[in-house]
T-cell receptor
Framework: KNEVEQSPQNLTAQEGEFITINCSYSVGISALHWLQQHPGGGIVSLFMLSSGKKKHGRLIATINIQEKHSSLHITASHPRDSAVYICAAYNNNDMRFGAGTRLTVKP | EAGVAQSPRYKIIEKRQSVAFWCNPISGHATLYWYQQILGQGPKLLIQFQNNGVVDDSQLPKDRFSAERLKGVDSTLKIQPAKLEDSAVYLC????????????FGPGTRLTVL
């Protein structure tokens, strides 16, 4: 069993839909990241959080430390949101990555 | 601020050939990471440098992979000889020492081994 599990693996949505991507982790963490990876490989950090909730534009990330679970939400999704979203758990100089969720938003 | 630079962006080689990737981290970032990302999986750490010293290379297949960061700035990752299963995106990232929770990633090098 992977230490960082994401669901779903693939997600297709229509433009405007509300998107939720989930991440569960089994390791202790000091921080959890949500990353966005576009075709071609480049990775962009969206959020780093250790508690509660963060919002940036149409993106919202939440974390429940007790349940070892985090969610990434995208409101009013747009085709340009199509990418792979990766959850990564950081602790003690060690970053563990989930396998990613491939999101496709259709116009 | 310039980001992490990597080259080449794409490389196609035949199995048993050699290949080298280059990474230039963000200026001032003493910590440098090389990751391997196989299609459909998350990145896997190959090696971590602090300046020119190796912090963690436990997952580096040392029989064929090598990496160096001689002057503590840019780094090269080499595969010799390459196998089909080495086909992946190789990502370089850097961070400020003691702040490894914020890593800045380069665009990656996509390697295809035929």
């Amino acid at each position: 069993k992977n230490e960082v599990e994401q669901s779903p693996q693939n997600l297709t949505a229509q433009e405007g839909e509300f998107i939720t991507i989930n991440c569960s982790y089994s390791v202790g963490i000091s921080a959890l990241h949500w990353l966005q990876q576009h075709p071609g490989g480049g990775i962009v950090s969206l959020f780093m959080l250790s508690s509660g909730k963060k919002k940036h534009g149409r993106l919202i990330a939440t974390i429940n430390i007790q349940e070892k679970h985090s969610s990434l939400h995208i409101t009013a999704s747009h085709p340009r949101d199509s990418a792979v979203y990766i959850c990564a758990a950081y602790n003690n100089n060690d970053m563990r990555f989930g396998a990613g969720t491939r999101l496709t938003v259709k116009p | 601020e310039a980001g992490v630079a990597q080259s080449p962006r794409y490389k196609i080689i035949e199995k048993r050939q050699s290949v080298a990737f280059w990474c230039n981290p963000i200026s001032g970032h003493a910590t440098l990471y090389w990751y391997q990302q196989i299609l459909g999986q998350g990145p896997k750490l190959l090696i971590q440098f602090q300046n020119n010293g190796v912090v963690d290379d436990s997952q580096l297949p040392k029989d064929r992979f090598s990496a160096e960061r001689l002057k503590g700035v840019d780094s090269t990752l080499k595969i010799q000889p390459a196998k089909l299963e080495d086909s992946a995106v190789y990502l370089c990232a850097s961070s400020v020492p003691g702040q490894g929770w914020t890593q800045y990633f380069g665009p990656g090098t996509r390697l295809t081994v035929l």
